[in-house]
């Protein structure tokens, strides 16, 4: 079982950065591939960017060069590094811990962070 967390999200400018943590807890962590996801009233959750047990990265196109995830395992934690922000970027931010096993998918959300980008 791993529980996570999200924090750091709210009400930034247009071109400002924010930086989202999620910390899970369990110390099968480092085992998990994990995502952020963005959900926006009426559309489906998306991929936002994912980092892989050993560290392989990859994002959304619409964020490429913009926003930067990295994991500390030591902290248990992820962190997504989200700068030159723009007003569609807004939507709440979701952690997801994902792992297969020999007995199926193992696959967490946390509660969600709320950020809101203003033009």
């Known amino acids: 079982q791993v529980q996570l967390v999200e924090s750091g999200g709210g009400l930034v400018q247009a071109g400002g950065s924010l930086r989202l943590s999620c910390a899970g807890s369990?110390?099968?962590?480092?085992?998990?591939?994990i995502g952020w996801y963005r959900q926006t009233p009426g559309k489906q959750r998306e991929l936002v960017a994912a980092?892989?047990?050993?560290?392989?990265?990859n994002y959304a196109d619409s964020v490429k060069g913009r926003f930067t995830i990295s994991r500390d395992n030591a902290k248990n934690t992820v962190y997504l590094q989200m700068n030159i922000l723009k007003p569609e970027d807004t939507g709440v931010y979701y952690c997801?811990?994902?792992?297969?096993?020999?007995?199926?998918?193992?696959?967490?959300w946390g509660q969600g962070t709320q950020v809101t980008v203003s033009s």
């Open positions: 997801n811990a994902k792992r297969q096993t020999p007995w199926g998918t193992r696959d967490y």
């Open positions: 369990g110390s099968t962590f480092s085992a998990y591939t």
């Open positions: 980092i892989s047990t050993g560290g392989s990265t």
